[in-house]
């Protein structure tokens, strides 16, 4: 089968593979139809590496993806030939004490899809998963849906942990597509004004069609003392969702005493770096998220009802054999991109 493999930083070619072969009776073998580039694809591509995940090149990447059931396992129950699946990219033991604390997301044996050393990712014809990985896709939902729900689950699973964000003033800094999954969850959970920050206008231009109270972008003008002169106490819950430093600063500058600081993003440094008197003597709360908990089937029924709207997300389609170009679109922040699919 042919599967596009990064071959060193920011190359990537097509390439003949070994063929997906189903090994376990709960294996699911699946045709990809469509997979979304996500930052953490960009890391790998840019970089090689994120934190102490470093890729032994030739190496697959990919994890937001959906496509169709062509073969399972003897076990497996709940998909059959056919079917129309969105893909959850983790892949947890359920045995572990994180698992059995019901955090399938810190599971101790995590192996995720793309992340070196764990497992190769979806950007191939064919995958193997785990039933347990395998979501119908329901309605008339479409396959770019179906990989979306992976950005979204984090979105909504972010919104989750962060408390009951009813009636609060939010903060969102970053507007890709896991800034945007946040802000629509947000919405959805009753958020009172939501400010979202990012360098790229034409995705200001999206959150403000979507909703926002405010859209800034810091290369442009100051947004810590334009949101401190809309709101002078200071927002109840900022969500850091860009992965940087400067980001994470202005989100606790903008937040009240007792706030609460959300870190979504994953940075490609090693190291947050915090403002001790500024976090202490307001007595900020600061969590960290991990990905997502049990948010994917949430994530495709609250699409299919029409709860969530994520039809601005995909600005950018290309073919499979394209796929260099698309990263490299990413990498670049060009043409206002926020989400770019990949079809096969």
Partial sequence: MKAMVLTGIRQMEMRNVPEAVIMNPLDVRIRMSAVGICGSDIHYY?????????VTYPFTVGH???????????????????DSVAIEPAISCNECDQCRAGRHNTC?????LGCPGQAEGCLSEYIIIPEQCCFKIPGKLSYDHGSISEPLAIGIYSVKRSGNIKGLKAGVMGFGPIGMSVHLAARDQGAGDIYVTDKIDERLSIAMNEGAAYTGNPMKENIVETIRDKEPFGLD?????CGQQEALDQAIDILKPGGKLMVVGIPEFDFWSVNVEKTRRREISILFVRRQENCTGTALKMMNNGRLDVSRMVT?????GQTKDAFDLVADYKDGVMKAMIYF
């Fill in 316 to 320: 950018h389609r290309f073919p499979f």
């Fill in 64 to 82: 937001e993806g959906a496509g169709v059931v062509i073969e399972t396992g003897a076990g497996v129950k709940n998909v059959k030939q056919g």
């Fill in 237 to 241: 819950v900022v969500f850091e969702c």
């Fill in 108 to 112: 101790r044996k995590l192996k995720f």
């Fill in 46 to 54: 840019t970089r090689g590496n994120i934190g102490s995940q470093k």
